[in-house]
């Protein structure tokens, strides 16, 4: 059986949502979804499509940015931080992302050094200790945006910095040539102009 998607920097919870929706808008499409830790060079083997979260695709695989959102702080409705005193609270990020503690603070001209900043290999478990009042995490757009809708985080500080990565859809040979491929395609693509509506 061939696999049909492969993810990158995806939200576990927001995925599994997603697959639902998926399931009942076009059940005969199969999904498997592989989480890469880092992003490979080329198309994982027997993928069709390909999300992937990053500053660019490689060269020679058709890609198209789908989204490109931003970051920001996010925490437990109820923890207290201010401007003033944010480099005072523990802070949690995910690794090897380019839009980062020091970037965000220095795009506000905040005086302060580069903090103690714990970091994450998913993004499940930095939103997971700032859920729980552990301190404050960044976050972008499409990881924390239904977490705040749900109460269980909120975005303190009003200031939101341009994502450098950006999420790619990457089609392989095989998946242009593929009819339920285009078709998750085209289902992905509905599903992202639903989030950008709500969003605006």
Same mark, same amino acid.
């Given at each position: ?53 990053? /500053?660019? #695709? #490689? ?7 789908i989204h ?8 437990? #409705?109820?923890?207290?931080?201010? /401007? ?7 802070? &949690?990020?995910? +690794? ?12 506000? !001209? ?12 998913? &993004?499940?478990?930095t939103m997971? *200790?700032?859920?729980?009042g552990g ?6 757009? /499409? *990881?924390?945006?239904?977490? *705040?809708?749900?109460?269980?985080? +909120?975005? #303190? &500080? ?10 790619? /859809? *990457? ?9 339920? !491929?285009?078709? &998750? ?16």
């Amino acid at each position: 059986m061939k696999r049909l998607c492969n993810w990158t920097r995806v939200c576990p919870r927001s995925a599994g949502c997603a697959r639902s929706r998926l399931r009942r808008a076009h059940p005969d499409v199969r999904l498997n979804i592989s989480t890469e830790l880092w992003e490979p060079r080329l198309m994982a083997e027997g993928a069709e499509v390909e999300i992937r979260y990053g /500053l660019r #695709p #490689p060269d020679g695989l058709r890609a198209e940015c789908i989204h490109r959102g931003h970051y920001y702080p996010v925490c437990a #409705p109820g923890y207290r931080a201010t /401007l003033e005193t944010l480099a005072e609270h523990p802070l &949690f990020h995910c +690794t090897n992302l380019l839009g980062n503690w020091s970037q965000w603070a220095e795009e506000q !001209a905040l005086d302060w050094t580069d903090p103690p900043v714990t970091y994450a290999t998913t &993004f499940s478990v930095t939103m997971a *200790i700032a859920a729980s009042g552990g301190g404050l995490a960044l976050a972008h757009d /499409l *990881i924390a945006k239904h977490l *705040i809708e749900e109460g269980r985080l +909120t975005a #303190p &500080f009003e200031y939101r910095a341009q994502m450098p990565e950006a999420y790619y /859809l *990457i089609l392989s040979p095989e998946g242009e040539q593929s009819e339920p !491929a285009r078709r &998750f395609v085209s289902w992905l693509k509905d599903e992202m102009a639903v989030d950008d509506q709500r969003a605006g």
